[in-house]
C-alpha cells in the first residue's frame, strides 16, 4: 500500500471526535502527540500531491524554503497558547487546525526538506531548538496561567516537554557534528 493512504487513515483516526476530544484533554498531548501526528499524517500524505501537482510543486518551492518558511510560520502559530487554548473553544480554529498542520506543513515539510541542503535542515534544527527553549521557558515560568482550558500544573509539563525535545534535538545536532552518518552507509 501507499505512504499517502496511511496518511490519510491516521488523518481520518486523528479527526475522529473521540480521539481528537482525548488527545486534546491533556495538553501536553495535544501540543506534542496530536499536532505532530498531523503533522506526520501530512508528511505520509504529501507523495500523492506532489505526483497530482509536480508543477506547483516545482514552481513554488523550487528550492525548497519557501515550504520550510511555510512550515515554521505554522507550527510557530500553533505553538502560542492562545492559538492552543482557541483550538478548543473556536470550532473555526479547531478546523484550520486539522486543515494547517497537515496539508500546509506536513505537505511543505517532505517537499521542501529534500530540497534543502545540511546548512538548511541544521538551520531549521537551530531555530526549533530556540523556539522550543524559549516556549518551554515561557509555560514553565510564566506567573499566570496561559491557556484557560488547561491546568497550571498541565501548562509546566508542556513547558517540560518542549524543553526535553530540545534537549533531544540538541544531542541529534551533536551526533550528527561528530559522527560521518556516510560511514555506515
Known sequence: MNKSFYGLLLFIFLIVPPVANLMESVMIIHMHMQMPMLVIAGFLMA???????????????????P??????IIIGYW????????????????????????????????????????????TVFVISTLSFIAMGWLYINAPLQLCNNY????????????????ACIVIYLLYNFFIDPSEYE
Do not use: C, H
Open 67 to 72: 515550504g520550510i518558511f511555510l512550515f515554521s
Open 79 to 122: 505553538m502560542l497558547p492562545r492559538a492552543m487554548d482557541e483550538a478548543l473553544s473556536n470550532e473555526a480554529i479547531e478546523i484550520f487546525k486539522f486543515i494547517s498542520l497537515p496539508f500546509l506543513a506536513g505537505i511543505s515539510l517532505r517537499d521542501s526538506w529534500k530540497k534543502l541542503g545540511s546548512l538548511g535542515k541544521n
Open 151 to 166: 491546568l497550571l500544573i498541565e501548562q509546566i509539563t508542556l513547558g517540560w516537554g518542549f524543553l526535553t525535545t530540545a
Open 47 to 65: 507523495r500523492y500531491f506532489q505526483d497530482r501537482f509536480p508543477q506547483f510543486f516545482s514552481k513554488w518551492n523550487n528550492n525548497g524554503v
